[in-house]
T-cell receptor
Framework: AQSVTQLDSQVPVFEEAPVELRCNYS??????LFWYVQYPNQGLQLLLK??????LVKGINGFEAEFNKSQTSFHLRKPSVHISDTAEYFC?????????????FGQGTTLQVKP | NAGVTQTPKFQVLKTGQSMTLQCAQDMNHEYMSWYRQDPGMGLRLIHY???????DQGEVPNGYNVSRSTTEDFPLRLLSAAPSQTSVYFC????????????????FGPGTRLTVL
């Protein structure tokens, strides 16, 4: 069975500091990897995704993530956060096999950016 | 495009009542799905559809029904509400027909916050 684990439920950080949100996955088949962001009282929106090719993926709002196949990780990073980055972040895997593709989400990490 | 819309935004039900959460998309997406979001559990797939007339169960389907009579609409029905169904419900859609499948971006609605007393 496939699973996604986000290692931190909450990450407090000061404005302009770097941040890393950790994500590990488990799967016996090839997967696609995604990070979604949910701002307060809103739906989720795609931040970035890894499908193939370069293991370093750049997304919106200055975020990037690196796929590490040997460690089955897809950690999200930003070199300098802003107050506006305060949100909940979800890592997800998309399964390639089966009759249709499904997304499996992690538990979410709340990023709290402090002034 | 309005994208994915959901109604209502908030709803309070009593145990045993039934209701329908509405979801519509105007992007001509084949794939639509319903998730519930609970604290510390992320999003869990309830039901999904790969096109009009085709639906299937996700990981937590019990207590919910869906139908897909048109490409645009994918309503979620709670048959007999229970307090365990208190949650935030999200509808999502993506373009399955391009062949990209799960690699394509999934678009989410703003959510319906449901409380069952």
């Amino acid at each position: 069975a496939q699973s996604v684990t986000q290692l931190d439920s909450q990450v407090p950080v000061f404005e302009e500091a770097p941040v890393e949100l950790r994500c590990n996955y488990s799967s016996s088949v090839s997967v696609y990897l995604f990070w979604y962001v949910q701002y307060p009282n809103q739906g989720l929106q795609l931040l970035l995704k890894y499908l193939s090719g370069s293991t370093l993926v750049k997304g919106i709002n200055g975020f990037e993530a690196e796929f590490n196949k040997s460690q089955t990780s897809f950690h999200l990073r930003k070199p300098s956060v802003h107050i506006s980055d305060t949100a909940e972040y979800f890592c997800a895997v998309g399964l390639l096999s089966g009759n249709t593709g499904k997304l499996i989400f992690g538990q979410g990490t709340t990023l709290q950016v402090k002034p | 495009n309005a994208g994915v819309t959901q109604t209502p935004k908030f709803q309070v039900l009593k145990t045993g009542q039934s209701m329908t959460l509405q979801c519509a998309q105007d992007m001509n997406h084949e794939y639509m799905s319903w998730y519930r979001q609970d604290p510390g559990m992320g999003l869990r797939l309830i039901h999904y559809s790969v096109g009009a007339g085709i639906t299937d169960q996700g990981e937590v389907p019990n207590g919910y029904n869906v139908s897909r009579s048109t490409t645009e609409d994918f309503p979620l029905r709670l048959l007999s509400a229970a307090p365990s169904q208190t949650s935030v419900y999200f509808c999502a859609s993506r373009n399955e027909g391009s062949g990209a499948g799960v690699s394509d971006t999934q678009y989410f609605g703003p959510g319906t916050r449901l409380t069952v007393l």
